[in-house]
Each structure stands twice: as C-alpha cells, then as structure tokens.
C-alpha cells in the first residue's frame, strides 16, 4: 500500500547537478526513515543517505559534502540534491521508505523504481 515515485534524473557533464525527488503515496502509518541507494553497472548496491524521523540526516563518504537529503512532509516527498557530480555517480538511484502501515506491524523498506543519473566527463 506503499509507492514510492522517483524523478529527477537525468544526463548532466561532471560538476554538474541534480535534484532527485521520491513522492511517497498510499496508506503509511509512520515512517522511521527515508534515503536513497545507488547500483551502478556491475557493482553491488551503495547506500548513499538517509534521514530519520527526526530530520537527522546521514551520508556515505563518497557523497559527503556534495550531496543533500532533505524531506517535504506536506508533500511526503524526499529529495537528494546531488552536486558537482563525478563520472563514478553515474548509477540508478532508487529511495526507499523504512515504515510501517498499521500501529502493531514490523517496519517494513519499501523501494521505489530507480531513476538513472548518468555523468559525462
């Protein structure tokens, strides 16, 4: 009962930027955390960022002052803005939802479809 819509991708040079947006839709009880990973070609799947209930934010090395995640709570919309990006970002990107849909349920991730971010040098 949970989607999760992403958009915001796209083919940018290197040290260029995007906004990457994950609209969160249907029924969720609560939510503990939302973030992004990141699978490029060949690799395994990278955590990437992720930010908690109470808005405390968190990134992997590799993104660390260059990336942003933030939340609209009114739109239940999470973003990661993704500046002066390097060829080795070019991945897909897919958000996930750490939540629940009823008060006594386990937390479950719910994913979204990925949209591909591709870095030219």
């Known amino acids: 009962q949970v989607q999760l819509v992403e958009s915001g991708g796209g083919l940018v040079q290197a040290e260029g930027s995007l906004r990457l947006s994950c609209a969160a839709s249907?029924?969720?009880?609560?939510?503990?955390?939302m973030g992004w990973y990141r699978q490029a070609p060949g690799k395994q799947r990278e955590w990437v960022a992720a930010?908690?209930?109470?808005?405390?934010?968190n990134y992997a090395d590799s993104v660390k002052g260059r990336f942003t995640i933030s939340r609209d709570d009114a739109k239940k919309t999470v973003y990661l803005q993704v500046n002066t990006l390097k060829p080795e970002d070019t991945a897909v990107y897919y958000c996930?939802?750490?939540?629940?849909?009823?008060?006594?349920?386990?937390?479950?991730?719910?994913w979204g479809q990925g949209t591909q971010v591709a870095v030219s040098s």
């Open positions: 249907g029924s969720i009880f609560s939510i503990n955390a």
């Open positions: 996930y939802l750490d939540g629940s849909i009823s008060w006594n349920s386990p937390t479950s991730r719910y």
């Open positions: 930010i908690s209930s109470s808005g405390a934010t």
